[in-house]
């Protein structure tokens, strides 16, 4: 089973505590890639790429979507002051 992760970047109404500052638009696809990266560890994960701005993930068994989303969490936590992950969808 393959997910869409939505990504946009951070805009001016996410500023807070968590994320203080805007950060620079010509980081943001050294930042994908990392995430992307990142996301290709997570053990269930098959396959993650970028594709038109957003990232498609392919899992090796869709039970484990869960696991998958929460494993998502973890790893989005390091980039959140970058970027966001706005929506998940089933990808065909």
Known sequence: MQYKLEIRPVNISDINA???????PTEHEMYLAAFIEDINYLKM???????NGDII????????????????VT?????????RVSNITKFA
Do not use: I, T
């Open 75 to 83: 790893v989005h936590k390091e980039f959140f002051g970058k970027f």
């Open 45 to 51: 994960v098959n396959n993650a790429e970028e594709f």
């Open 18 to 24: 968590e994320c203080p500052y805007m950060p620079e």
């Open 57 to 72: 993930v392919k899992l090796n068994d869709e039970n484990r979507f869960e696991e998958f989303r929460l494993g998502l």
